[in-house]
């Protein structure tokens, strides 16, 4: 009965090879999110989905492109991978709402570039 | 440049005593979140408080808000083993259709039996 799950837990992979993390929630939430937490524990958030348009774009490399297929799912392709971008993704999952709602996280997909 | 800034880095209490935590903020928020991250696990949210809310509870849970000194404070009181955890303050910038939580650093708090 996972709320957001995430796709593989775990991937490691050689520098300039393509990967993607898929994320899927079943809590019915219009909104999406991609995380990147490093090696000093620092969450950033990557992008934001609402109802499957990007609402939020941070700096990130345009090696990174998400993808939102329906308002469910939200997956992450990363094109030639990087050593720096070994670190652990989480994607978290919101229903819109005035004041603030929390957000609900996947179990994170730890990629580990060689 | 990062909202939140957690103190301490690190805590390690003796099962039973409270733990407090601390947030500081540089900008103006829509509200503030707190959540927890087990090893290696996602995070958990645990509370949230808006702006114009000074003092919020949950269970053994007590968020205090000082939005003049643009600062938070989480409290676990009687703490647990299974306290033992990364703690994550996030603030809400508040964009439109979507929240943009931007998260400190975190506090490391060990609870020893």
């Known amino acids: 009965d996972t709320a957001v799950s995430q796709t593989p837990k775990y991937l490691v992979t050689q520098m300039g090879n393509d990967k993607s993390i898929k994320c899927e929630q079943n809590?019915?939430?219009?909104?999406m999110y991609w995380y990147k937490q490093d090696s000093k524990k620092f969450l950033k958030i990557m992008f934001s989905?609402?109802?499957?348009?990007?609402?939020i774009n941070e700096t990130v490399p345009n090696r990174f492109s998400p993808k939102s297929p329906d308002k469910a799912h939200l997956n992450l392709h990363i094109n030639s991978l990087e050593l720096g971008d070994s670190a652990v993704y989480f994607c978290?999952?919101?229903?819109?709402?005035?004041?603030?709602?929390?957000?609900?996280f996947g179990p994170g997909t730890r990629l580990t570039v060689l | 440049s990062q909202q939140g800034e957690e103190d301490p880095q690190a805590l390690s209490i003796q099962e039973g005593e409270n733990a407090t935590m601390n947030c500081s903020y540089k900008?103006?928020?829509?509200?503030l979140q707190w959540y927890r991250q087990n090893s290696g696990r996602g995070l958990v949210h645990l509370i949230l408080?808006?702006?114009?809310?000074r003092e919020k509870h949950s269970g053994r849970l007590r968020v205090t808000l000082d939005t003049s000194k643009k600062s938070s404070s989480l409290l676990i009181t009687a703490s647990r083993a299974a306290d033992t955890a990364s703690y994550f303050c996030?603030?809400?910038?508040?964009?439109?259709?979507?929240?943009?939580?931007?998260f400190g650093q975190g506090t490391r708090l060990t609870i020893n039996p």
């Open positions: 989905y609402n109802n499957k348009e990007l609402i």
């Open positions: 996030a603030t809400d910038a508040g964009i439109q259709g979507a929240q943009k939580l931007v």
């Open positions: 978290a999952s919101s229903q819109p709402g005035t004041g603030g709602v929390e957000q609900f």
């Open positions: 408080i808006r702006s114009n809310e």
């Open positions: 900008t103006s928020i829509n509200n």
């Open positions: 809590l019915g939430h219009d909104t």
